[in-house]
C-alpha cells in the first residue's frame, strides 16, 4: 500500500509500506541554489569547468548538505509538520548533475516504540536516475503515537535518536 | 563507487596522532536566521509549514526551527570577510588531509547526521571536528587515494547537542588516461 496521511501516527504505519514516488528534473539552478542554500562556495558545485576538468565528473552537481535537506522534505511531506527526524545515513554512489531526473522512493523496514514512549519509523529511502540508485539512505524518523503526541515535545533522555 | 584497491595500509605518525583530537573548535560567523530556513526550503521545494507559517511552528515546535539539515551550514564560514586572506574552508580537517597527502581533489561518499535539540532563530552554532580514521591508500575509478572519516559536533549558545555529523571523504589524484 502507499500511505499518503498529511498528519501521520504510528499507527498508520507497517512494515512494507511504501511512501508516494517524488521526482524532480534537476538543473543547473537546481545545484547552485542548493549549494547556496546551505553556504557551500565550493566550485564544483557552481562552475562546470572546474568540475570537468579538475573533478573529472560530467558537470557540477548536488552537494552533500542539499542533498540532506532533498531526503529531509520527501520525509517530511509524508510525515507532516509533527514527523521528526532523528537519524539520517546516505551514501552517494554517483553524483546527480543538471539533466538528471531524480526519483525518490521509501519502504518502511522498521516501526517501534522505545523506552520512553517515542514512535519511531525506519525507512530505505533511494535516490535514482534513469532507474539507477545515485544515493541511498537510511532514516530513523519519529513519529507521534497518537493524535495529541508530539516527537517535538521531547527532550533529553525522552530523545533518543 | 566500485570497490577500491588497496595499494599500500601505512599511515603517517602525524596523522595518526590526529585520530581523536578535537579541532577547529569556533562559533559561527552568524545567529541562525529566518532567511537561510527559508531559501533552504525553497532549493528543495519544502512546504512544511513548521519553516512557513508562525502559527504552526508555534503549536508544533514552540517557535521557528531551522530545517535540522541545515545545520552545517551555520557553521560554515563567509566566502569573504574583512581581514580574511584565501579561500575560507569549513572542514577544515578534510582539507588538511588533502593538503598533507598532496591530493588534489576530494569527494564525499558517506554522511551520517543525528540531530538532537531543535535549532532556534538566534542561536550562535558552536562547531568542532575530529578525525576518525584514515585508510591506507587504495585505487578507485577516481584515482589513487585514501578514504578518511570526520565528525561534526554541534553545539548551541548553552551547550546544549544540536547535532553530529560524521562524514567520509576520498581524497585522490587523477591518474593520467590511457
Not at chain 1, 94 to 117: E, H, I, L
Not at chain 2, 136 to 155: A, M, N, Q, S
Amino acid at each position: 500500500m502507499t500511505t499518503t496521511a498529511s498528519a501521520l501516527t504510528l499507527d498508520q504505519v507497517k512494515v512494507g509500506d511504501t511512501l508516494p514516488e517524488l521526482a524532480h528534473d534537476v538543473t543547473a539552478t537546481t545545484v547552485i541554489l542548493g549549494a547556496l542554500a546551505s553556504r557551500d562556495w565550493r566550485p564544483m558545485h557552481h562552475d562546470s569547468k572546474f568540475a570537468v576538468e579538475r573533478q573529472g565528473v560530467q558537470d557540477i552537481f548536488l552537494n552533500t548538505p542539499n542533498q540532506g535537506a532533498w531526503f529531509e522534505r520527501y520525509l517530511t511531506d509524508w510525515t507532516g509538520p509533527k514527523g521528526r527526524i532523528g537519524r539520517v545515513v546516505f551514501r552517494m554512489t554517483s553524483p546527480v548533475f543538471p539533466g538528471d531526473r531524480m526519483v525518490y522512493n521509501a519502504t518502511v523496514k522498521d516501526v517501534s516504540t522505545d523506552g520512553s514512549g517515542c514512535g519511531w519509523v525506519t525507512l530505505d529511502v533511494s535516490l535514482t536516475v534513469d532507474g539507477k540508485p545515485k544515493t541511498t539512505c537510511e532514516a530513523r524518523v519519529a513519529v507521534p503515537v497518537s493524535d495529541d503526541d508530539n516527537p517535538w515535545d521531547r527532550r533529553g533522555e525522552r530523545w533518543t535518536p | 563507487m566500485t570497490e577500491p584497491t588497496p595499494l599500500d595500509d601505512t599511515l603517517p605518525e602525524d596523522v595518526a596522532a590526529l585520530i581523536g583530537q578535537y579541532q577547529y573548535e569556533k562559533t559561527g560567523d552568524f545567529p541562525v536566521e529566518q532567511g537561510y530556513v527559508w531559501t533552504s526550503c525553497a532549493s528543495v521545494f519544502n512546504g512544511n509549514p513548521v519553516y512557513w507559517d508562525a502559527k504552526v511552528a508555534e503549536e508544533v515546535t514552540g517557535g521557528p526551527i531551522s530545517p535540522p539539515s541545515l545545520l552545517s551550514a551555520y557553521a560554515r564560514p563567509h566566502y569573504w570577510a574583512p581581514g580574511a586572506e584565501g579561500e575560507q574552508l569549513s572542514l577544515q580537517v578534510h582539507f588538511d588531509l588533502k593538503k598533507r597527502f598532496g591530493l588534489p581533489e576530494a569527494i564525499m561518499t558517506d554522511n551520517t547526521n543525528v540531530f538532537y535539540e531543535p535549532v532556534r532563530m538566534g542561536d550562535l552554532i558552536r562547531s568542532r571536528q575530529v578525525l576518525k580514521s584514515v585508510s591506507g591508500e587504495k585505487r578507485t575509478k577516481l584515482g589513487i587515494g585514501r578514504f578518511w572519516v570526520i565528525d561534526v559536533e554541534y553545539h548551541n549558545q548553552n551547550g546544549e547537542l544540536l547535532g553530529t555529523e560524521s562524514y567520509t571523504g576520498y581524497g585522490y589524484r587523477r591518474e593520467a588516461s590511457a
